[in-house]
T-cell receptor
Framework: DAKTTQPTSMDCAEGRAANLPCNHS???????VYWYRQIHSQGPQYIIH???NNETNEMASLIITEDRKSSTLILPHATLRDTAVYYC???????????????FGTGTRLTVIP | GAGVSQSPSNKVTEKGKDVELRCDPISGHTALYWYRQSLGQGLEFLIY????????KSGLPSDRFSAERTGGSVSTLTIQRTQQEDSAVYLC????????????FGPGTRLLVL
């Protein structure tokens, strides 16, 4: 149960901002939103995560709505190397020290177009 | 610094043979996860190690699958009497601790059972 819904695919022009939406309407108060991406033939790569405040790092920005039912990952200047499948994940914290394994859905396949 | 490494990167085997897959986590990471990813699918959790605690084996699909972690570092996933449905990419991830610590993935081992 991925607990998130994302569009199957998106295109973005090189150099433009890529905005990837995610719905997580059943998110609980103590659950974080994580984003990973997976470039073809590679392992998943961590991008960013947040609880309720917007977050920014060297890779991307994460905008979480006030009700926390949706979020948007923003790649400010997409490059061809950003072509990948992007996964939005709600961390299911079973207990503090337990296996908080990641539930990956099918994600959004982002294609950056030259 | 060095990331998570896995070996071999590719493995082709015949049905019924045993295979061993290796994972070297990031130094200092106490938590280690094994996942598998079938073609075009999301990640399926297999097993979780946290320090010296008993591993969480709840994701192992059958008793043909086992894993160990020696000295709290390197882990080996063993699949006995492989079947064609075992063909997948096997991914290892490590994190500083359990709980909600960010998981960092290795490149995976592509297993093909003929």
């Amino acid at each position: 149960d991925a607990k998130t819904t994302q569009p199957t695919s998106m295109d973005c022009a090189e150099g433009r901002a890529a905005n990837l939406p995610c719905n997580h309407s059943t998110i609980s108060g103590n659950e974080y939103v994580y984003w990973y991406r997976q470039i073809h033939s590679q392992g998943p790569q961590y991008i960013i995560h947040g609880l309720k405040n917007n977050e920014t790092n060297e890779m991307a920005s994460l905008i979480i709505t006030e009700d926390r039912k949706s979020s948007t990952l923003i790649l400010p200047h997409a490059t061809l190397r950003d072509t990948a499948v992007y996964y939005c994940i709600v961390r299911v914290a079973a207990h503090q020290t337990g296996a908080n394994n990641l539930f990956f859905g099918t994600g959004t396949r982002l294609t950056v177009i030259p | 610094g060095a990331g998570v490494s896995q070996s071999p990167s590719n493995k082709v085997t015949e049905k019924g043979k045993d295979v061993e897959l290796r994972c070297d986590p990031i130094s200092g990471h106490t938590a280690l996860y094994w996942y598998r990813q079938s073609l075009g699918q999301g990640l399926e959790f297999l097993i979780y190690f946290q320090g010296n605690s008993a591993p969480d084996k709840s994701g192992l699909p059958s008793d043909r699958f086992s894993a160990e972690r020696t000295g709290g570092s390197v882990s080996t996933l063993t699949i006995q009497r492989t079947q064609q449905e075992d063909s997948a990419v096997y991914l290892c991830a490590s994190s500083l601790g359990g709980g909600l610590e960010t998981q960092y993935f290795g490149p995976g081992t592509r297993l093909l059972v003929l």
